[in-house]
């Protein structure tokens, strides 16, 4: 039976604001991990984070400030995946901001769905914080 995390965020910036911080690599690191991400379908990277990598992902999608969806697969190494699912970012403007619905769906296991749940609440607060103090400084 397939699991699932499905988690929905508000921000205040538009969604122009927040495609940035999905989808430039310098700031996608600020939130999640190192990684050599482009928002070109096709295109094969990784996320890293000390020393190791940690998912290996190809960019299944790309509609600009809208929806942008990648493979996500994780192991000891791209010979020995264990988790083989979907990351699925949706953009909405919503009262002035920017309404974003994360879906990873593929999980085969409770835990492992209950795992990366966790590791996104994290890694989307972190982001959350990010962007808010960027715009707060005024220095854009």
């Not at 010979?79 to 699912?85: A, F, G, L, T």
């Not at 959350?128 to 005024?138: C, K, Q, V």
Request: glycine share 8%; charged share 25%.
């Amino acid at each position: 039976m397939e699991k699932e995390v499905v988690q929905t965020w508000q921000f205040q910036q538009s969604p122009r604001d927040v495609w940035q911080y999905l989808t430039q690599p310098e700031l996608i690191a600020q939130w999640l991990m190192t990684n050599d991400f482009k928002p070109v379908v096709g295109h094969r990277f990784q996320f890293a984070s000390k020393e190791k990598v940690d998912a290996y992902c190809e960019v299944l999608e790309v509609v600009p400030q809208k929806r942008l969806s990648y493979r996500w697969r994780k192991g000891k190494g791209e010979d020995e995946i264990r988790v083989d699912s979907v990351v699925t970012w949706t953009l909405s403007g919503k009262n002035g901001g920017t309404e974003l619905l994360l879906e990873h769906r593929g999980f085969t296991t409770g835990e492992d769905a209950e795992a990366h749940s966790k590791g996104w609440d994290y890694c989307l607060n972190r982001m959350t914080e990010r962007i808010n103090s960027f715009y707060a400084s005024g220095t854009f």
